[in-house]
């Protein structure tokens, strides 16, 4: 094959393969998941601590946000956060999720901890 030949399969592989990636959740990956989930993702101040409107980035961490920031300061540090990413970790380990009902309703919302 020519140079040109494959430098052009190279790049359409290359394409493909990021079309692949960016439809994720077609793929099964919960991309709202806890588990794929890294502080430095969503702390985008990048001051060591998740805000409450940092933490609204994601819907799973803003409706436990409250019962995660244990010293009530209206931030998350490392630890609290670590609590979070530990939660989704053990989920993912589990292959437990969370399956929307079949009658298209919201699902119920989890139980308190």
Known sequence: MSRKIQAAVAVAAAML???A????GALGIDAKANA????PSIDANADGKVSKAEAATN???AQKFDSY???KDG???KGEFAKFEAEGKAKAKSGKSEPA???GAAPA???KE
């Open 109 to 111: 919302p989890a139980p």
């Open 59 to 61: 819907e799973k961490l």
């Open 75 to 77: 931030n998350l540090d």
């Open 101 to 103: 009902p079949a009658d």
């Open 21 to 24: 990636f960016a439809q994720a």
């Open 36 to 39: 794929n989930i890294t502080m």
């Open 69 to 71: 920031d244990a010293n």
């Open 17 to 19: 393969a990021g079309s």
